[in-house]
């Protein structure tokens, strides 16, 4: 038995309107809504037609349909068509067209024809109006101290989020653990995206997930670049005769480093490859910039101004 052509199934003619398409299938499909229909074959013929009505609705598929008929639609139009050439099959979520075109899901609801059937010219194709949108980005900041962010790092994060039934509408909340890979040398504002992972729901695309790096607060350093900065206190006697600073570095290692310059307020030591490493490249690193807060005595015996006059030019 041949299959019933779309046509057919909203008792339609070919020269049919857009208006016309819309009115079949408003009355068709409430009349054979299966919460208002409860005859054996009203399910199937509720979806075959809002299989009709979404081909006959969008320009593309119609025009397909139209020339090369199914097999045209389930294979794709020939190479060279202007039109729609992706092959195309419908996703039998009948629901979905229904609650689409009359934008809720009770069938007993006092239901109004459409806005768009009272518009003139073509309106938004069924097939732009079933294209769910992707909700907003979901940030959150994820803190790393830096010595996690020297070595690398796993963090395992737990999210709960709603996830969709198997009946297609209802949700329900659970739990779920994403693992964020740190890769030494990461910067702060590092964006780590996990797509698709905010909450599923009927009418929309679930939103990526993304946790930004942020630092925590250190004790004895922090970052500008790939390089890092330490700040230490001296004696104003070190400061002009020389001394040495020991510092413990954040993979662990205890650098004894020799200081002989005359110490200045501006004065910097710079230790080449003892800072981040950098991120494309863990094995290059910046390096270790150490800063001096000079310690100025709060005052000074006569006999002691005598012998540091003495002893400065």
Known sequence: MPVQSYYDTLGLQRSALPAD????YRKLSLENHPDRNKSIDAEANFKRVAEAYVVLSTPDLRAIYDQYGMEGLSSGAPKGHDGYTDPWVFDGDAHKVFREFFGTDNPFQDL?????EFQLGPGPSVA?????????PIESD???????A????????RITRKVLNDDGHTTTQRDKILTVNVKPGWKEGTRVTFPKEGDQGPNNIPADVVFVIKYRDHPRFRRKGNDLIHTTRVKLSDALCGCGISLLTLDGRQLNIPVNDVITPAYMKRVPGEGMPHSKDPATRGDLIIKFDILFPANLTDDSKRLIRAALP
């Open 112 to 116: 109004f024809p459409p806005q768009d």
């Open 150 to 157: 020297f070595t690398g790092c796993v963090k395992k994060l």
């Open 21 to 24: 398409v819309r009115k079949a």
């Open 142 to 148: 994820l803190y790393i101290s830096l010595e996690e």
């Open 128 to 136: 732009q109006r079933l294209r769910r949108h992707q909700s907003p």
